[in-house]
C-alpha cells in the first residue's frame, strides 16, 4: 500500500496488519483528530478493548496550505527518531512510540487524550504546579545530553548530520525571525495593534538584535533542540507534561528551547487581558505566570548545572569561570528567543491565546502588550542578570501599555 493511500477509510486494515499493535479482528473506531498546521493526526480506539494510540502522517505537503506547498516527508523520521531519543532521557515527558513505518511516513504513539493542550489549559487559567520541575528536567536532559560537553565530538557531529532538518528550518528562518520585521505584503494585524506590528519594519536597535538572534539560529549547532516547544507542543496533566511535534528538531541553540516556553507564557500572560474575568483574577493568574516563568529557568540551570558537574566530557569546560559565562549566555539568549517568539506570534502566525478574544480591542491591547514585552525583552536582556530582573520587566512593562 503506497503511503499515500492511507487515510481514515483503510487506515483501520493497515494498522490491523501491523503485529503486536491491536488484537486480530479489532473493532477500530478511527477518528482524524488533526487540527495542526504540518500533518495528519488520527486517534483510534479499539471498541472492545478501549485500547488506543495515536497516528500521525506527513504527507510530502503542507496540510494547511494544500498539495502545491511541497513540505519533506524526512520530517516525520525525525519527529519519531528524536521523540525515541528523549524518550531514552526522559521517559515521563514524551508518548510512548509502538510503531514507526517511514515507507509509508508515518508513526503510531501512545494516545494522549488524558491530557490537553498548554495552550488551551492556560487560556482557561489551569496551574500547573509540576510543569518548571518537569519541563526544566525535560530540557536540561535533552539538550545537555546531546551537547558536545556529553557526547564524543565525532558521535555528536554525526547526530548533527542525522537530524540535518534544512526545510523545516527555513519555515523557522522565515517565519520567526524574517517577517515580522520585513514587510512581504502577507502579514496583516488586528486593527488597533497595527501601527505597532508595522513599526516593527523601522525599529533598526531591534532589527539589529533578531538579525543576531537569527545568525544564532542559522550557525550555533549547540543541541539537539526540539525547535518548536511552544505551549502548543505541549501536553499536560496537574501532574503530567509531555513534548510532542519534534518535527522541527534539529542541532541549533540551546536557548531556542527555552525561549520557546518562556515566551509562550508571556503571551499568554498579555492575552489574560481578556481572558481573566475581573482584575483580581488577571494578576493572580499573571503572578502564577510569572512565577512559573522564574522557576522554569531556575529548575532548567539547577539541573544543568547538576549535569555539567556530574558528567562533563570536554576538558575544557573546566577552565574556571566557564560554566557560569555559559550559563549567562544561554539566559540571554534565551530571552532573545522569547522575545522573538512571542512578535512572531503577532501578525501572521497567529495563536489561539489571541484568537478566541471576541473582543477587538481588548484583543488589539493585549497583543501590543505583547509586542512590547517581546521587543523590550529583546533589546534589554544584555543587562539581566538573574531571571528576577526580567520578570521584573515584565511587571513594571504592564502597566504603561494602553
Ligand atoms: C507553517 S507552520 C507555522 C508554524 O506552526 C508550527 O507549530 C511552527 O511554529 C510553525 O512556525
Ligand atoms: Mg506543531
Known sequence: MPFDTIHEGNLKDYLLSIPNLFPAGADLVIKEIG??????????????????????QAKPYLRSSGKDRKLTTDRIRIESEVMALEGDFCPEQ???????DLDRS?????????????????????RYPY?????????????YKTSDFALDAKLKKEMQARFMNPEMCEITEKLVFTVPYYDDGTTSYTPGAEEQG??????????????????????????LIHGDLHTGSLFVTADSTKAIDQEFSFYGP???????????????????????????????????????????????????????EEDNQEITARAEGYKENYLDRLFKDSLGFAGCKMIRRIGRAQVEDF????????????ERLALRLGKDIILQRHQFQSIEEAVELIEETTPRVS
Open 254 to 308: 540551546m536557548g531556542f528551547d527555552v525561549g520557546a516556553v518562556i515566551g509562550n507564557l508571556v503571551l499568554n500572560y498579555a492575552a489574560q487581558e481578556y481572558h481573566s474575568r475581573n482584575e483580581q483574577e488577571r494578576n493572580e493568574y499573571r503572578t502564577y505566570l510569572l512565577e512559573t516563568i522564574r522557576d522554569v529557568w531556575l529548575v532548567f540551570a539547577r539541573e544543568f548545572t547538576r549535569l555539567w
Open 355 to 366: 484568537t478566541s478574544i471576541a473582543d477587538d480591542n481588548i484583543r488589539a491591547k493585549a
Open 131 to 143: 510543569f518548571p520541575e518537569h519541563i526544566g528536567f525535560f530540557m536540561a536532559h535533552t539538550l
Open 94 to 100: 514524551v508518548p510512548k512510540i509502538y510503531h514507526q
Open 198 to 223: 508595522r513599526a516593527l519594519f523601522d525599529d533598526e536597535p531591534l532589527k539589529y538584535e533578531v538579525a543576531a538572534l537569527k545568525e544564532s539560529f542559522l550557525t550555533k549547532a549547540q543541541a
Open 35 to 56: 487540527d495542526g498546521n504540518i500533518n495528519f493526526v488520527y486517534h483510534v480506539q479499539d471498541q472492545d478493548s478501549k485500547q488506543s494510540a495515536v497516528v500521525k
Open 106 to 126: 508515518l508513526f503510531v504513539m501512545e494516545d494522549l487524550s488524558d491530557h490537553q493542550i498548554m495552550r488551551k489549559g492556560l487560556i482557561e487559567r489551569n
